[in-house]
């Protein structure tokens, strides 16, 4: 059997006393290069970034919203409000501040600096007094907070908007060597958005990305930043990118083997006199920091997810001739420039980064850092522009979403906001992920059975299905509270696909154990399941235990969950034939080019026939005559009204 106490003196405390004491201490912050997110150490990332290497040196200026009341009472009520969702901060400064400066921008007072010896804010002072700036300040700098305090006008509350952060002075940064200066001597020219230094000479850059939605939506903040300094995307004409940009996961097995593989051919070009420059972003650059410089002196910058919006402000240090790190903790700066979509119809929106969770095995805290919630009206603003820009379908981003918002002052919930944002005008429909059964609350069931855009999809992973497994995992759930999710599911959304994740050959996983997954699997029916053996990552306790399982016994069982997995998948795609479903159209199908491709309100590939460059964006009814794994064919139906837009 799994042991529920498995030999984790390495990495876990040996005795109630010291779990106490690491739970109320904060643990040595000096490393920048990692998140302080060890079992039994702080989630808040208030306090992380108040204790690390800067503490709040880095920060310059933060964005606040206010609504003034004379009466505190009042103040109160309306703080009650802000925490239901039964209002956001903007509407309600327009509906009822007191404030005629702010009242018609729905709060806005704007970006105040934290150095209030300089004369900058005075400005402000008839708006939201020193006093109460300096109170605001004190408790809170991080974005999505709502704090009251008081002042000569009245009593406000004040939410933070947004950080302004010095991301130079949080990296490290050293000359480079004589070998890798070369690289980056085009880039002085186009920082500031034009291409000066080298009149007639266009950069082109290759972003590559691995793993996750949370790194596509990444990358595609790096590339808007890319191409907001002019550098454009490497086309067909060009065989070399100027500058190279690999987004990393950290979650299979010989992920930083696979990083320096994929970055040895431009090294080498590097080395041989080109002039290119190279980046190493995401889960493994945090994971290594410095460690990628020392052992590819040709790397020119090193930065971890958080800096995935700020890289034109790391690439001013590359073009001084520095190589840079970027991995320490910071609050999360709304993006500065606009995402270059990968999809005219379909986009990425993030709501919570980061996660707090501890699982056993998993590396997301360390790389990813703690739960950090958007503002609600932040996301909506973003949602709201995209539609207006002709998106008819947004997926909300977490690693933990069901958390969004527990961060917060006052707490929100991911219910309510499913609710807000389906409310929006010309959204067609709402997509998120991923869930965890362990916060995933049968009100965001509800959320999404009462909203109409939002989609009859959901993603729980359940990693185990047994309970020995899951507690040994530090999943935080057993296998009865993940089948109550399911039966809610089911009950509310009956027609909803239901994917999930699970991991077989977790150590000391028994047989018997593993046919408790199987049977799982068997009672609830996935969509589809994204199955992995386990294999160790760095910084996670289950990588030290001494119970690891043979290599060929986890292979034995990942082609059986897998070979259940398929015929599953194939027996829920039959339910549709026959059925006339609505799908959006997205792209052309790759292999007969004369249909389109499209998905269902359950996230099932559909191709029909049809032009791409008519039906692109359009939702299309189409009737299903072929099922088979993992997509569905059909043909179009084209209703009356339709005839004169064909």
Known sequence: MVSTSPDTSSSTPKSTSQSTSSTTSLPNLSIASKYPTTRGSTVDSRKIIENSQHGRKHLMAVRLSHILFQSEELARESFGLLKSAS???????????????????????????????????????????????????????????VVMVSSNRGHHLVQIMDVMVDVQRMSNKRQKSIKSRRASNALPGILGGGLTDKPGKELYYKVETMGCQMNLADSERIE???????????????ADPDLIVLNTCSIRDHAEQKVYSYIGPHAKRKREGEDVTIIIAGCVAQQEGEALLRRAPEVDLVMGPQYANRIADLLEDVAN???????????????????????????????????????????????????????????????QELVEAGYKEVTLLGQNIDAYGRDMLPKRKF???????????????????????????????????????????????????????????????????????????????????????????????????????????????FDSVNTAAYSPRPNTPAADWTNQIEEEIKQDRLQRINKLNLIHAKQRRARMKGRTVEILVEERNIKVPSQVMGRTTQGYIVYCDGDIDLLRGQLVDVQIFECSTYSLSGKRIIHEEQHSFM
Request: with cysteine.
């Open 224 to 238: 808007g930043q890319l191409q907001n300094l002019g550098i454009k995307p490497l086309t067909s004409q060009k």
């Open 87 to 145: 209002t956001n901060f903007s509407d309600l400064a327009s509906q009822i501040s007191n404030c005629e400066g702010t009242r018609g921008s729905g709060g806005s007072v704007g970006w105040v600096s934290l150095s209030e010896g300089d004369g900058s804010n005075e400005h402000l002072n008839e708006i939201l007094p020193m006093e109460a700036r300096s109170k605001v300040m004190e408790r809170s700098v991080k974005p999505g907070d």
């Open 415 to 525: 219910s309510d906001l499913i609710r807000t944002v389906g409310s929006l005008e010309g959204l067609k429909r709402l997509r998120f992920v991923t869930s965890h059964p362990r916060y995933m609350s049968l009100g965001v069931i509800d959320s999404v059975a009462d909203t109409p855009t939002a989609c009859e999809s959901f993603h729980v992973p359940f990693q185990s299905g047994s309970d020995a497994v899951l507690q040994a995992m530090g999943r935080g759930h057993t296998r009865e509270k993940y089948l109550t999710i399911i039966d809610r599911i089911r009950e509310r959304v009956p027609d909803a696909s239901i994917t999930a994740d699970v991991i077989v050959g977790f150590p000391g996983e028994t047989e018997e154990q593993f046919l408790e997954t199987l049977s799982l699997m068997e009672h609830v029916v």
């Open 321 to 383: 001739g520095n190589q840079v790190v970027a991995t320490e903790a910071s609050h999360i700066m709304e993006d500065s420039t606009k995402p270059r979509r990968g999809s005219s119809v379909a986009a990425w929106v993030n709501v919570i980064y980061g996660c707090n969770e501890r699982c056993t095995y998993c590396i997301v805290p360390t790389t990813r850092g703690v739960e950090q919630s958007r503002p609600p009206e932040s996301i909506v603003q973003e949602v």
